[in-house]
Every structure is written in C-alpha cells, then in structure tokens.
C-alpha cells in the first residue's frame, strides 16, 4: 500500500464552534470543506494518518518526528480545555521513516524533546476527522529551518517507506497561508500577503507541487506564510504520483488565509518527479547568472570552490582591477542556496592589505564557519548564489531618525558587543525594525544606553 491522499488544511482554532462563538461563520465555505475532507478520510479508512505542522517542537536544522506511544492535547490555550484530541502513535511506521532518513542522509527523526502534548496544528484537523473516523493511528512531524528542498526530500522518504509498508496511509498538510492579508489582521498587511496567497493556491488547483519549491524565504518571511513546509513534505511524500486535484475553499476574512485542498493519487508517473526537476532548473539559472557576475563575486565563487573542493586558500589572483587590490574596506560575503540564506560573514572594518584579500578570508568563513549552518559541500556549490557587499565607513549618528535601511546599514554597540545589519534586506522596512533586529544580534537590551552608527554600502551580485 501508499499513501492514498494528501490534503492541504488550515488550522484556525476559532473554526471550533466552541471556541468560535460565532466567529466561525464567517468561514463557513472553510468549515464545510473540512468535513468533506474527514468524511473523504473515512471512506479511505486509513491505517495511519501522518500531519505535518508548523506548531510542533522546531529546530533549525532537524525535522522532527514525534516518539513515543502517542500523545494528548487540549485547546485550553483558547479558552476551552474541556475540548481535547488524543492519538495513538504508529511507532513502527515511525521506526521504518526515522532509519530511511539516516540511511539517506537527511536530517530526521525522533531526537530531542519527548512527550509533548499535540499543538493545535494537528488537533484541529483531527477534530473534524473524528466525528467521521478514529480507527487510525498517527504520525506527528514538525517543519524545520532547513530549506525547501530539503523538507520535499524527506517527504519522498516519507513516500518511499509508505510503499513498502503495507499500509493504507493519508497525509495532512497542515498550515494557513499569509497572516499579513489585512490592516486590521494579527500582523498587519503587507503587500507580499496577497501575492503568496494567491500564487500557493494556484499550485494546489493544479496539483504543480515544484512551485511550492520555488518561492524565495525572503518573500515567504516577508508575507507571514505559516504552512508552506508542511505542504512541501506532503508534496514529497507524492512524488512521482499523479494525483487529481481539488480546490475546495479560500478564504480571508480575519487577515489569515485558509484553503483547503485534496489530491487524491492516481497511477504512477515519473515525469512528476519535482526534486530532480528544481534541481536541474536551478542548477542551469545559477550556471546563467555566473555570466553576468562581475569580479567581486567570481572571485568570492572561485575562493568557495577552490577551499571546499581542494581543501586550499587561493593566492589572489593577478588580472583583479586597482579598486580590489588597493584599497582596504570592510566587507560581507553571503551565500544563498535554492533561496534560502546558506551563510553570511563579514567585517565591519578592513582586517587585511586589500579588498581582494577580505573577499578572499570573507568567502571561506561564510562558506565554512558561519556557526549557524554546516560547512558548504561539494554537491551545494554548482546551486549557491553569491552576493558581495563592501563597506563604506561607518558615522556616528543620535539616532534611528537619521537612518534609512534602504541606503543605509546600522551598527549597534554596548562596549564589546556589537551588531550590525546590512541595508536593503527584504522585509526590514523601517529604521526600528533595522536597529531591533541589530540589537537582539548584539545581545543588547533596547533599555540600555547603546551607540548608533550607519554606513553605506556598494552591493555585487
């Protein structure tokens, strides 16, 4: 057996009549889809149903699997403990999908914190699928800080193990969409709100599951999209399936968006085989853009590819202009791989003879030593996208009312701490939110007496 469905499902708590009072007609067309869905999952009578959410215990570099024998929860966060969902776990499914995963190398499992009660992105959807079918058991997987591409390989693991399985399995996408669709919303509007709902809704009614792979983490921080993980590792766990596709409801009434979609899988078809597909495009669009890269970046590229794959330092090259070999400055190198942030080093001031030089130290340290993620390997280089930033010489200013994070960069400091945040970043739109973000990098409380400085920067890609 396989999995024999995938669903995309919202998780408003207020969709509970309890909880709602009232407030859940206002997205009756989501209510009513939803118990189409459960009563679907029932006529499929499951073995094991597995929910992906984004409310479960996260780590940045591990997908996490819930252990155990099962788990409880209540919706007393909103008011009603009384309302409660309990599920058994499929602890050999769990078993099988936890060794796969080791053996193909991806980040997974059931390490780390045990015997947490099931957050409200799982028990919403079984909320619904209880009134219809509760002969199943469950499997609980939490959304990382890994990248796309990464989540939609584990979810092909997820698939590759359900076929030897024996077991009739559905899979639970579960996540809103945007949470900046209004003024009046949780967070506010944002222009990037609307824009990812609609593009992520016109990949479930097709069923084109590699645009789910294709949007950019800035956009997708930008927009406060909640369960796009989650829909990837249930898209992985249908590759090379063809699947009909069902768009069921869309709605946004609360500044949240929620929509509600089935993929009911058909034959086998390897031309649906999105990993293999991204990899190739990406793969070619970086190769175009190398072509376009002006010296500062090649030489960033050529230091990277030289360290990881030889293991040395290269000299500085000869052909390099007087700018890169005359001059000193500070300067930041960042990396990008499949859209998501890879690395980012840098200097605020000049630590060696020469731009070329502080390219050169700069690229290797983003590349191999920024401490939030593993060394860069061979197989990430040919995808990476490198970007240089050189620094101009930071000012002193009173402060965030002479700031513009537009053109310039802010560097926060309160004796030897010290932050820094580059200009122009996607989704820092204000001088408060810039001087915030370089205070929490800092260690610096807001309440204490910290200098501003700003400073401008020349920007290579």
Do not use: W
Request: hydrophobic share 35%; proline share 4%.
């Amino acid at each position: 057996m396989a999995v024999k469905a995938g669903f995309i499902l919202p998780h408003p708590p207020l969709i509970i009549p309890e909880i709602g009072r009232g407030e859940q007609i206002k997205i009756q067309r989501t209510s009513d889809a939803y118990h189409s869905i459960a009563k679907r999952i029932a006529e499929i009578k499951p073995d094991t149903i597995i929910v992906a959410t984004p409310h479960s215990i996260m780590y940045s570099d591990y997908i996490h699997i819930s252990p155990g024998k099962g788990a409880r929860g209540s919706f007393g966060e909103f008011g009603h403990g009384d309302i409660t969902v309990e599920a058994e776990y499929d602890i050999e499914l769990v078993g099988e999908i936890s060794r796969e995963a080791e053996m193909q190398g991806i980040p997974a499992g059931i390490l780390g914190e045990k015997n947490k009660s099931l957050d409200h992105g799982v028990m919403v959807p079984l909320y619904f699928v209880n009134k219809y079918y509760n002969d199943y058991k469950l499997i609980r997987i939490s959304v990382s800080g890994l990248s796309s591409l990464e989540h939609y390989k584990f979810g092909k693991c997820i698939g590759e193990v359900s076929e030897k399985s024996g077991k009739t399995i559905v899979f639970i996408g579960s996540g809103d969409l945007s949470h900046m669709l209004k003024d009046e919303g949780p967070y506010g509007y944002r222009e990037e709100g609307p824009v990812f709902d609609r593009e992520v809704t016109k990949a479930m009614k097709t069923g084109n599951f590699l645009e789910f792979l294709k949007f950019d983490e800035d956009f997708c921080e930008s927009a406060g999209e909640c369960g796009l993980r989650s829909f990837i590792i249930m898209a992985g766990a249908l590759d090379r399936k063809n699947v009909s596709s069902e768009f069921l409801s869309y709605e946004g009434p609360f500044g949240v968006g929620y929509a509600v979609a089935a993929f009911n899988v058909l034959e086998n078809d390897e031309e649906r085989c999105f990993y293999e597909i991204y990899l190739k495009n990406e793969t070619e669009r970086v190769e175009s853009l190398k072509s376009e890269e002006d010296e500062y970046v090649r030489l960033a590229r050529q230091t990277l590819e030289s360290y990881v794959i030889n293991r040395k330092i290269i000299r500085r090259p000869d052909d390099l202009s007087n700018d890169m070999t005359s001059n000193r400055a500070g300067v930041f190198v960042s990396l990008k791989l499949d859209g998501n942030l890879r690395g980012c080093i840098g200097t605020t001031s000049p630590t060696t003879q020469s731009i070329a030089d502080e390219i050169i130290q700069n690229a290797i340290s983003a590349g191999a030593e920024d401490p939030r993620f593993p060394p860069v390997c061979e197989e990430e280089l040919k995808r990476l996208v490198y970007s240089v930033d050189v620094l101009g010489d930071a000012e002193k200013i009173r402060s965030a009312d002479e700031l513009n994070p537009e053109k310039y960069g802010v560097i926060v400091s309160k004796g030897h701490r010290k932050g820094l945040l580059l200009p122009n970043l996607e989704g820092v739109d204000t001088a408060e939110e810039q001087v915030s973000i370089a205070l929490k990098k800092a260690g610096i409380s807001p309440a204490e007496n910290y200098k501003l400085e700003r400073f401008e920067v020349v920007r290579h890609k």
